[in-house]
């Protein structure tokens, strides 16, 4: 792999709702125009739905980034997809909330932190809010996808997204509609002081040649619900549009829970 070097330049730190769990960030993204969006879970497995979207606008050199935050009741909010259409894609994974699924935003978005911007309210802890944005829901949490974590484009059309607690990846197509399941455990298998065998995949990723790649968490539901000591991350491969049996590339891990794809390109 090389070696890596990393300097902290800034730090986007946006207030939270008031969690029973530690708040913690997850999804990023970024607009057209190099606007930064991020989520955090907000309260994880229960409580109220109080995961953010905020939108951070630059420069991103200090410890006092500005931002506007676009929602602040997503239920367990997870990974983001941003679009061609700068349509915000954000998956909420609690299971039974009237919320779940993956939620579509669509702009205009602010564009700063006030009321020029299009940011003119607080939220309860008196950070800057939007004034309105639209949301839809595009798609719903109904078997398999019960528990959505994660969307991205399949590259053909269409879109993967992760269910995390039955151990699922499905396709849904351009509208949000179920096509396939691409993983799903072997049958008789359930969750218990094991995960699944294929794992519980929360993270996902594709690469240029259409490779799946999904970050298994390792979900077990004993001595307590979480993920235990074995998470790992594995890649599907596709042989004439069939998904092949996951493949893995690392396993041992604790709490693998997001996925990038880094491609490098050649120049002449």
């Given at each position: 792999?090389?070696?890596f070097?990393?300097?902290?330049?800034?730090?986007?730190?946006?207030?939270?709702?008031?969690?029973?769990?530690?708040?913690?960030?997850?999804?990023?993204?970024?607009?057209?125009?190099?606007?930064?969006?991020?989520?955090?879970?907000?309260?994880?497995?229960?409580?109220?739905?109080?995961?953010?979207?905020i939108?951070?606008?630059?420069?991103?050199?200090?410890?006092?980034?500005?931002?506007?935050?676009?929602?602040?009741?997503?239920?367990?909010?997870?990974?983001?997809?941003?679009d061609?259409?700068?349509?915000i894609?954000?998956?909420?994974?609690?299971?039974?909330?009237?919320?779940?699924?993956?939620?579509?935003?669509?702009?205009p978005?602010?564009?700063?932190?006030?009321?020029?911007?299009?940011?003119?309210?607080?939220?309860?802890?008196?950070?800057?809010m939007?004034?309105?944005?639209?949301?839809?829901?595009?798609?719903?949490?109904?078997?398999?996808?019960?528990?959505?974590?994660?969307m991205?484009?399949?590259?053909?059309?269409?879109?993967?997204?992760?269910?995390?607690?039955?151990?699922?990846?499905?396709?849904?197509?351009?509208?949000?509609?179920?096509?396939?399941?691409?993983?799903?455990?072997?049958?008789?298998?359930?969750?218990?002081?094991?995960?699944?065998?294929t794992?519980?995949?929360?993270?996902?990723?594709?690469?240029?040649?259409?490779?799946?790649?999904?970050?298994?968490?390792?979900?077990?539901?004993?001595?307590?619900?979480?993920?235990?000591?074995?998470?790992?991350?594995?890649?599907?491969?596709?042989?004439?549009?069939?998904?092949?049996?996951?493949?893995?590339?690392?396993?041992?891990?604790?709490?693998?829970?997001?996925?990038?794809?880094?491609?490098?390109?050649?120049?002449?």
């Open positions: 792999m090389g070696t070097k990393a300097a902290e330049v800034g730090k986007l730190t946006p207030t939270y709702q008031p969690s029973a769990s530690n708040a913690e960030n997850y999804g990023c993204g970024f607009l057209r125009d190099g606007r930064v969006l991020t989520t955090d879970v907000g309260n994880q497995a229960a409580g109220t739905g109080d995961g953010q979207v939108v951070w606008f630059p420069p991103f050199d200090s410890r006092q980034v500005r931002y506007c935050k676009l929602d602040v009741s997503i239920a367990t909010a997870g990974q983001i997809y941003v061609a259409q700068d349509r894609y954000v998956a909420s994974a609690r299971p039974g909330n009237a919320s779940t699924g993956v939620v579509r935003y669509t702009g978005f602010p564009t700063s932190d006030d009321a020029a911007g299009g940011c003119g309210k607080k939220d309860a802890t008196g950070a800057p939007a004034d309105s944005v639209s949301r839809q829901t595009f798609v719903t949490a109904a078997p398999p996808i019960l528990t959505p974590n994660a991205v484009p399949t590259g053909h059309g269409g879109f993967y997204v992760s269910s995390v607690f039955n151990g699922v990846i499905a396709e849904v197509d351009n509208d949000g509609k179920f096509v396939r399941s691409v993983l799903t455990p072997p049958a008789g298998e359930t969750l218990g002081t094991k995960t699944y065998s794992g519980t995949p929360l993270g996902l990723g594709v690469d240029a040649e259409g490779t799946l790649y999904y970050a298994d968490i390792g979900i077990v539901l004993s001595p307590e619900v979480g993920p235990g000591p074995n998470g790992s991350v594995r890649r599907i491969r596709f042989v004439d549009g069939a998904p092949q049996t996951p493949e893995v590339l690392a396993d041992g891990l604790a709490y693998p829970d997001g996925i990038g794809i880094y491609q490098p390109t050649t120049r002449g």
